[in-house]
C-alpha cells in the first residue's frame, strides 16, 4: 500500500479562510475590527440636526434640558457673584428653567412669608387679620415685570444697536437667577424687627444689583454708542425702585398694641323732646 503526500494551505490550519464582510475600513486598522455603523450614520432622525423653528417645541426643549444642581449652583453663584456668570458658571449655555423656577419661587415667598408675619403681627397685637388675596396679583405682576420685561426690553435694544453679544436667553437667565436673594430675605424679614427687615433689603439690593452691573455692564460697553453706559444707572434706579417697592408691601408689618387704657363709654342720655320737656325754674 502506497502513501501520498498531500498538498497543505502553507498558512496552516485544515484549508479553511474566514473571510470579513465588515467592508474595507478594519484593513488599515492592524487587522482589527472597527466599530459598526452609529446611528448618526445610519440616518435616524433623531441624530439628524434639527431644523425645527422657533415656534416648535423642539427649539425651547435645550433651555430647559438642567438638572436640579445645575440650578442649584447656579443659584448660588448668583448670590456670591465672583465669576463672569454667562462664561463662566453657565458655561455659554444658561438655561431658562431656572430663571422661571426663581421668578416663580420668589412670588411664592413673597406672599405667603407676608400673610404668615402679618398674622403673627396681627395675634400679637389682639386685632383680627384677613389674607389679602391681592398681595399675589400684586407680586405675579411686579416680579415677572421685572424678571422678564426688562430683561427682554434690554434684548431689543441692543439688538436694534447691534449689539449681539447675548441673545434673549443670556438676558432672561442673568436676570432670573439674580432674583434669587430674595427669597432667603423674605424669609428672614418675617422676624418683627423694622431695623433688620430695612437692613436685609439694603443687602439683598447691593448683592444682586451688583451681580447684574458686572454681567450687563461689558455687553452694554460693545455698543458703538458710548451713551448706551446711560443704562446702567437707569438700571440701578429701577433696581432700587424695585426693592423699595417689596419693602414697602410685603415687608412693612408691625405690632402695634394699644397705649393707656380704653376710655370709659359715654352714658347714654335721655332725648330732649315734647315727651321729656326740660324742667324750668320758677320765678316769684
Same mark, same amino acid.
Given at each position: @500500500?502506497?502513501?501520498?503526500? %498531500?498538498?497543505? *494551505?502553507?498558512?496552516?490550519?485544515?484549508?479553511?479562510?474566514?473571510?470579513?464582510?465588515?467592508? &474595507?475600513?478594519?484593513?488599515?486598522?492592524?487587522?482589527?475590527?472597527?466599530?459598526?455603523?452609529?446611528?448618526?450614520?445610519?440616518? =435616524?432622525?433623531?441624530?439628524?440636526?434639527?431644523?425645527?423653528?422657533?415656534? !416648535?417645541?423642539? =427649539?425651547?426643549?435645550?433651555?430647559?434640558?438642567?438638572?436640579?444642581?445645575?440650578?442649584? @449652583?447656579?443659584?448660588?453663584?448668583? +448670590?456670591?457673584?465672583?465669576?463672569?456668570?454667562?462664561?463662566?458658571?453657565?458655561?455659554?449655555?444658561? *438655561?431658562?428653567?431656572?430663571?422661571?423656577?426663581?421668578?416663580?419661587?420668589?412670588? /411664592? /415667598?413673597?406672599?405667603?412669608?407676608?400673610?404668615?408675619?402679618?398674622?403673627?403681627? $396681627? =395675634?400679637?397685637? *389682639?386685632?383680627?387679620?384677613?389674607? *389679602?388675596? &391681592? +398681595?399675589?396679583?400684586?407680586?405675579?405682576?411686579?416680579v415677572y415685570s421685572y424678571g422678564l420685561g426688562l430683561p427682554a426690553a434690554l434684548w431689543a435694544l441692543m439688538r436694534y444697536l447691534? #449689539? !449681539?453679544?447675548?441673545?434673549?436667553?443670556?438676558? +432672561?437667565? #442673568?436676570?432670573?437667577?439674580? @432674583?434669587?436673594?430674595?427669597?432667603?430675605?423674605?424669609?428672614?424679614?418675617?422676624?418683627?424687627?423694622?431695623l433688620l427687615r430695612w437692613v436685609l433689603v439694603g443687602i439683598a439690593a447691593v448683592l444682586s444689583g451688583y451681580f447684574l452691573v458686572?454681567? #450687563?455692564?461689558?455687553?452694554?460697553?460693545?455698543?458703538?454708542?458710548? $451713551?448706551?453706559?446711560?443704562?446702567?444707572? %437707569?438700571?440701578?434706579?429701577?433696581?432700587?425702585?424695585?426693592?423699595?417697592?417689596?419693602?414697602?408691601?410685603?415687608? $412693612?408689618?408691625?405690632?402695634?398694641?394699644?397705649?393707656? #387704657?380704653?376710655?370709659?363709654?359715654?352714658?347714654?342720655?335721655?332725648?330732649?323732646?315734647?315727651?321729656?320737656? &326740660?324742667?324750668?325754674?320758677?320765678? /316769684?
Amino acid at each position: @500500500m502506497s502513501y501520498q503526500n %498531500l498538498a497543505t *494551505d502553507e498558512r496552516g490550519g485544515n484549508g479553511l479562510e474566514f473571510q470579513s464582510f465588515l467592508g &474595507t475600513e478594519s484593513q488599515g486598522n492592524g487587522g482589527r475590527l472597527s466599530p459598526g455603523p452609529t446611528p448618526s450614520s445610519r440616518g =435616524y432622525l433623531h441624530n439628524q440636526p434639527s431644523a425645527s423653528g422657533f415656534w !416648535t417645541v423642539e =427649539y425651547y426643549q435645550q433651555f430647559f434640558d438642567v438638572d436640579t444642581k445645575t440650578v442649584l @449652583m447656579r443659584c448660588y453663584a448668583a +448670590l456670591v457673584p465672583t465669576n463672569d456668570f454667562v462664561s463662566d458658571v453657565c458655561d455659554s449655555k444658561p *438655561d431658562m428653567y431656572g430663571p422661571f423656577w426663581t421668578l416663580t419661587t420668589v412670588i /411664592f /415667598f413673597l406672599f405667603v412669608t407676608t400673610s404668615l408675619a402679618s398674622s403673627i403681627g $396681627s =395675634y400679637l397685637s *389682639d386685632k383680627p387679620y384677613n389674607y *389679602d388675596f &391681592t +398681595l399675589l396679583s400684586v407680586a405675579v405682576g411686579l416680579v415677572y415685570s421685572y424678571g422678564l420685561g426688562l430683561p427682554a426690553a434690554l434684548w431689543a435694544l441692543m439688538r436694534y444697536l447691534g #449689539v !449681539t453679544e447675548w441673545g434673549l436667553v443670556e438676558w +432672561l437667565s #442673568v436676570w432670573g437667577y439674580g @432674583m434669587t436673594v430674595w427669597i432667603p430675605v423674605s424669609l428672614l424679614c418675617i422676624a418683627p424687627i423694622p431695623l433688620l427687615r430695612w437692613v436685609l433689603v439694603g443687602i439683598a439690593a447691593v448683592l444682586s444689583g451688583y451681580f447684574l452691573v458686572r454681567n #450687563v455692564y461689558p455687553v452694554l460697553a460693545l455698543a458703538e454708542q458710548k $451713551s448706551t453706559r446711560l443704562l446702567v444707572p %437707569l438700571i440701578a434706579a429701577i433696581h432700587l425702585g424695585i426693592a423699595l417697592t417689596l419693602k414697602i408691601l410685603f415687608f $412693612s408689618y408691625y405690632i402695634v398694641k394699644e397705649i393707656g #387704657v380704653k376710655e370709659p363709654e359715654a352714658l347714654p342720655t335721655s332725648p330732649v323732646g315734647p315727651t321729656n320737656p &326740660t324742667p324750668t325754674a320758677l320765678l /316769684f
